[in-house]
């Protein structure tokens, strides 16, 4: 829920892109760990850019779409998601299992830093508004 009001007050766009940010610091955590107390870490911190995300980005979709197209929209972001997640996670395994799990983390950091920049080239306004 703080994710969610925080939304409401700084944009859809702009928590999404914070919470990107904090999950590619993570990621790179991650691939510099070297400890087991790094990792606990890791996954508490974890949990905020989880927070950030998950609801803003549903809302966000709400937001780009009119109201009589949203169930289809929450329905396209839903299989978008579930189909990308696959080949995201062979390319994870396969960067792991090439390189090393540092290697496949920053990886993981590098793209979540893409899309932030990308998600902040929307520009405001461009988002459907009802009334």
Known sequence: MPGGALSDRIGRRRTIQCGWLIYAAIYAGFGYA???????????????YFGLTEGAEKAFVADLVPSDLRSTAYGIHGFALGIAALPASVVMG?????????TAFLYGSGLSLVAAVLIGRVREGQEVREG
């Open 94 to 102: 396969l960067i792991w299992e090439g390189f090393g799990a540092g």
């Open 34 to 48: 070297t400890e087991a107390s790094h990792i606990w870490i890791l996954f508490g911190l974890y949990g905020i």
